[in-house]
């Protein structure tokens, strides 16, 4: 009675180990192999190898909570409740929840500006503080993991550039303005043979932009726009230039009332400056017109608003289209080349005045700027496919560069090698190829700092 | 026990990743010393001591145009581009003056297989020479329809960069990436080799040609371990009256190798209605060779099918 089901059993493995060597011989000739989500780099099967390694240090990493949700990670840097984390991620009042669930309030003990980086205390004891490493020069290429958004995951990643400074990038106000013809030289006209030569010289103007935003029918309309110079529509020229996908458009009005009165932006940083607002009035540039008759007045210094964008600096300190900006804290404006070369003289977050004349009033308003990338954020086509990326990311004293695919609120959190050691603390989500951390010595004598 | 065989395994596991680190740290430092800027925002990879650059053809642009590349030391260096395949996305590009030239091997042109470690090189974003070019350490996912995928996170300014298997081998150039971050193509280093000759004498290679316009064979297809098996034949097609059969398998095309569908579209598609094109295929295990007289597209949809 024994022997016959251990027989059937066997059978029955058999022809499925048959029937396995077969698919698998069949799968091998036909189907070329395709690996699954789960076998990446960051692929569950491949993160459960690692998950022993992580497991120990799981308690050393807490979540700060703004409003009861995450922000960000932090890290406990002392067994009496100092932790670190990235400082602009949250607001006055928040809280820290544990490995183990209890929620404790937090205080700011003190931020440091250069680096973003804010040391937190809470009341507690016989925490679990980080392991700092030594080895303050991690090489390229040398495995690190970090704990993800969720903290219970982890990601694996490599140091993926030299260790460096990152200054602080430029502001942005959040404007899009137009000149007078006085700031506008014959150079800065494109013939339309400009475009095709480019076209010719294996310059295409294909791209998502296009694509996505202008129909065939506008297409076509502004292609023969451009292909015929004696045309005396309002027209625009412009040039694609697809320097690896990167577009700078030149974009030029002229109608018998609007006579060598552009409504442009005559450089490639006007443009970047104004960013993807322009996009409106190429696409509705008879409604442009028709929206703001006599917007340009002979004569008149300064740099017009066509355009607030929504979220930015300018909206909130309540600048209006409309508006003539004629000067920034004490220097004079002429031109939206002009403001754009001012504005950059200040980074995000500085302090900065400016007048304006609104409806014949003369006015003063002061404007925290804003960070250039959030604030034109589809400007940058590679901010665009980057996923969520933190709003401070640039402005740092010293970055360790890896290529983990972490969310920005796993910011705060510290970067480890393979022996759970800490050589850094996460403070940027930069890009969709790179994270920053403030390395770990830096990390140390700011804590002494700050304490 | 079990406990300790599950740790033994752990530590084999951290082992085996230990090792893939010291692979990729004894390729860095070659493989850095020959990736380059080209262009205004692209990369590219010397490849010969004496400057030759391989690169996206959307980097290099039309042939025998001045540009400038840049070396990991930040110097700039006069280049002229080469050749140039569009529908491969594979371009090349000459240094100008002194050599030899830092340069990396090519590796071996057959695809590479899914699962395989790779580590990818360039400039995203542009040139940064106090960044200098970023390493990204991936498996390959898939390399078929002529391109490798890979989870080695690309951007805008690596396109035309090189792609390493761990031995510090070329294996492919950055082509372009979706939204997901594991949507990450690269042209195999194979699409280069297809076309070497060409590529260096400057030719601008053509594409296919647009549906209305191109000839079809009136077959539909699948890969095979020997090149492009011949699922069905069209009645009245261009390939029933050659003789084609259920069951061929195409090897080459006007002495074109013939691995991957894509390759397969390009060297019939490229082709108008009426051109005549040698097809070398398998029937059983014999090699014939024959010649087929392109027909028109039928008018309906020739989805799967060429």
Redesign the interface.
Known sequence: MNAFPRLQNLFILLIVFLYAAFSAIHI????????N?A????GWKTLE?FE??FQDHRGSVVEILDNDKQVALGTIVSDDGFIVTKASEFGQLLEIRLSDYSKHVAEQVSVDEANDLALLKIRASGLNPVDWSDACDP?????VMSPHEDKSQVRI??????T??VPKQFGALGVVTVDNADSLTESDLLEPNILADSI?????PIDRWIRNEISNDAKSALMSDLNDPVQQVPFLRFLLR?????IFERILYREDRFEGVPLSVPTQQAILEVGSRIRRPVLNRMLLVDSFPGLIKAGESGARILDVVADSAAERASLEPGDLITAINASSVDGSQDLVRLIRKHTAGEMITISLVRDGRFLIESVTLGFFDTTFPDQD??IA???DISDRRTGFQKII?H?M?LSPKAMGGPLMD?QGRVIGINIARY????TYALPADLVQILIQKMK | MLQLGAEQS?HK??AS??KT?SQ??AS?KTAMASTVGV????SGVIVSPDGLVLTAA??S??PN?NITCRLPDGKRVRARTLG?FDYMDAGMVQLEGEGPWPCSPIGNRR?N???DWC?ALGH??GFDL???????????????DGFIRT?C???????GGPLFNLSGEVIGIHSR?G?P??DNYHAPISAFGKMWDELLAGDTIPGPLIRRNRGVLGVSV????KGI?LKEIRRGSAAEKAGLKRNDVIQSIDGFPIDDTFYLRWAISKNSPGVHINIQYLRGDKLSEITVELGQPTGRSERGGF
């Open positions: 091998a000739a036909a189907e070329p192999t395709y690996l989500r076998d990446r780099l960051n190898k022993d390694l090489k390229m290429g040398q495995w990643g490599v140091i993926s550039a030299l460096r400074p010719n010289k294996g310059v295409r697809d320097l690896n996908f990167m086509v590679n496919l980057s996923g560069q290529d695919p393979l890009d969709r190829v790179a | 752990f596991n951290i990743f230990q680190q990729v740290q860095l262009g205004d925002s692209g959307h980097v642009g039309a145009r140039n695809l297989d899914a699962g580590f995203p974003g106090d960044r200098g070019s970023v390493l990204r350490l991936g498996v390959v996912i898939h390399a078929r989870d996170k690309l951007l805008r300014g690596d396109s990436i939204e971050l594991d699948e890969t095979h371990s098996l």
